[in-house]
């Protein structure tokens, strides 16, 4: 009779919490400087404080939220100087795992990638910029899952949990839906994978990278000064 039973999920709400907080702050989902109660956290999750807490803490620890109060947190803001060292950071792993991918990525991957891509485009096209960037981050991890290679991937998760909410700063600038309207960088990174070619894939990824980096740095700067500081 044992054997009928079905595995029951081990994973503890904490950490789907966390899990769900980490992709909030990948997605764009909180703004900078934007301040949320624990109690609206938790009511919007379905949970009790208490686990939402406990994954506060730990994204606090990593450096991806701040709690002005016990009671508050919100994402840190960034000075253009910091933006800088995340990409210089970003383009250094980013584009390593890029080129492990040129070596191990699967012929089914990498028509995976095209997926993706299309799904990009397809966001582009009804002005859906919600998809386009769930569709562009789930790009990026393909590429970055396909060099098999685990650790470095999480640091490079870590480096999106700072970057990520700035994703949202970014589509209200038209420049930078242009950036991504125009992403043809992805086909490159595509191409070098077939090619078999890494150092084509790291380029092409690390130019990625750059152009919305000085998008950010254009035409975002001065309305990060202009957000709440305190």
């Given at each position: 009779?044992?054997s009928?039973l079905?595995?029951?999920?081990?994973t503890?709400?904490?950490?789907?919490?966390?899990?769900q907080?980490?992709?909030?702050?990948?997605?764009?989902?909180?703004?900078?400087?934007?301040?949320?109660?624990?109690?609206?956290?938790?009511?919007?999750?379905?949970?009790?404080?208490?686990p939402?807490?406990?994954?506060?803490?730990?994204?606090?620890?990593?450096r991806?939220?701040e709690?002005?109060?016990?009671?508050?947190?919100?994402v840190?803001?960034m000075?253009?100087?910091?933006?800088?060292?995340?990409?210089g950071?970003r383009?250094?792993?980013e584009?390593?795992?890029?080129a492990?991918?040129?070596?191990?990525?699967?012929?089914?991957?990498?028509?995976?990638l095209?997926?993706?891509?299309?799904r990009?485009?397809?966001?582009?096209?009804?002005?859906?910029?919600?998809?386009?960037?769930?569709?562009?981050?789930?790009?990026?991890f393909a590429?970055y899952?396909?060099?098999?290679?685990d650790?470095l991937?999480?640091?490079i998760?870590n480096?999106?949990l700072?970057?990520?909410?700035?994703?949202?700063l970014?589509?209200?600038?038209?420049?930078?839906?242009?950036?991504?309207?125009?992403?043809?960088r992805?086909?490159?990174v595509?191409d070098a994978l077939?090619?078999?070619?890494?150092?084509?894939?790291r380029?092409?990824?690390a130019a990625?990278?750059?152009?919305?980096?000085?998008?950010?740095?254009g035409?975002i700067?001065?309305?990060?000064?202009?957000?709440?500081?305190?």
């Amino acid at each position: 009779m044992l054997s009928k039973l079905e595995p029951v999920d081990t994973t503890t709400l904490h950490a789907r919490v966390y899990q769900q907080l980490r992709k909030a702050l990948m997605s764009g989902m909180l703004k900078p400087g934007e301040a949320v109660t624990l109690r609206g956290v938790s009511a919007a999750l379905g949970t009790s404080v208490m686990p939402v807490r406990e994954a506060v803490r730990r994204l606090v620890a990593e450096r991806a939220l701040e709690m002005p109060t016990g009671r508050s947190l919100r994402v840190p803001l960034m000075s253009v100087a910091k933006y800088e060292e995340l990409t210089g950071l970003r383009v250094m792993l980013e584009g390593e795992a890029a080129a492990l991918a040129a070596a191990h990525a699967t012929p089914a991957e990498i028509d995976e990638l095209a997926e993706l891509d299309k799904r990009v485009a397809r966001g582009v096209r009804a002005r859906d910029y919600s998809a386009m960037l769930a569709a562009n981050e789930e790009f990026h991890f393909a590429v970055y899952a396909a060099g098999r290679n685990d650790l470095l991937t999480s640091m490079i998760e870590n480096l999106w949990l700072q970057g990520g909410p700035y994703l949202g700063l970014l589509l209200d600038d038209p420049a930078a839906r242009k950036h991504y309207t125009d992403h043809s960088r992805h086909q490159e990174v595509i191409d070098a994978l077939r090619r078999r070619d890494r150092r084509g894939a790291r380029a092409a990824l690390a130019a990625d990278i750059r152009e919305a980096a000085r998008l950010f740095k254009g035409h975002i700067a001065g309305r990060l000064a202009s957000l709440p500081q305190g």
